[in-house]
């Protein structure tokens, strides 16, 4: 019969050793999937398809929404993706705004504005840049001052 150290030292490998005199501390490898840019760094909040808001929504971290919101919302320099089964009836001001679902309001964004094929804003756009798919809808006017929005953010 196996004693506990011989069925350790038979059945474990050692840990690989580590370098002499190291006074770097040990750093794991990032994971090999693809991580977002807002991810790694900014938190980030969803508002799920079955809420229903009215009212200021303000913040300062990224927001998803999925559902339904009626009021301003103010997210000073973060990130507002408005979902495919979102509607938005709102003024909207972030640093960048995506659209999948419904918009109805100008949207204020000092970095980018994209509009997704199956996307629609309703409203005035002022942006530093804009992007809109093929087969999005869009009605209102668009206002692009790179200089402007870049002054802004500094």
Not at 18 to 32: D, K, M
Request: net charge negative; charged share 20%; with cysteine.
């Amino acid at each position: 019969m196996w004693s506990k150290q011989q069925t350790m030292t038979e059945t474990q490998t050692p840990p690989p050793a580590q370098p002499a005199a190291s006074n770097v501390p040990f750093t794991p490898p990032a994971p090999s999937a693809a991580r977002s840019v807002t991810s790694a760094s900014r938190s980030s909040a969803r508002l799920g398809s079955s809420l229903q808001i009215k009212g200021t929504i303000t913040g300062s971290e990224d927001l998803q929404i999925d559902g339904i919101v009626e009021g301003p919302i103010f997210l000073d320099g973060h990130a507002l993706t408005v979902g495919s089964t979102a509607l938005v009836n709102s003024e909207i001001h972030a640093g960048e705004v995506v659209v999948n679902g419904k918009a109805v309001g100008n949207v204020n964004a000092s970095g980018r504005v994209e509009i997704t094929k199956d996307g629609s804003i309703v409203g005035d756009i002022f942006c530093a840049r804009i992007s809109i798919e093929d087969g999005a809808h869009f009605k209102g006017r668009i206002e692009i001052d790179p200089a402007k929005y870049k002054a802004a953010t500094i």
